[in-house]
């Protein structure tokens, strides 16, 4: 389905590097046509999702607005077997 294409594309994952380097990739999202971006991350880099969307909000795209916040549990497994709970959150920004 092409539907999950540009879902793919449009989603931007939250790691370790510092904010502004998420805030550029959402903003060259919205720059390059999309309505919708998606933020994701898990466990501690949760807060750094956070903090991306409100700087693109507040200082890039002024007119993005929250269009959704999915918050859920993730269960990961480790390379010695042991799984362990992980808090996910999706924030997804539209400009409509």
């Known amino acids: 389905m092409p539907g999950n ?10 790691g370790n590097k510092p904010p502004m380097s998420y805030v550029l990739a959402v903003v060259t ?5 999309s309505d919708d971006v998606s933020i994701k991350a ?3 880099a949760i807060s750094r999702a956070v903090d991306t969307a409100e700087i693109v909000r507040n200082r890039f795209v002024k007119d993005a607005v929250i269009k959704d916040i999915i918050i859920g ?6 390379e010695e077997g042991r799984s362990s709970n992980v808090s996910s959150i999706e924030i997804t920004l539209s400009t409509n």
């Open 5 to 14: 294409e540009t879902a793919d594309e449009n989603t931007i994952f939250v």
């Open 42 to 44: 898990r466990g501690r």
């Open 73 to 78: 549990t993730e269960s990961l497994t480790n």
């Open 29 to 33: 999202q919205f720059n390059g046509g």
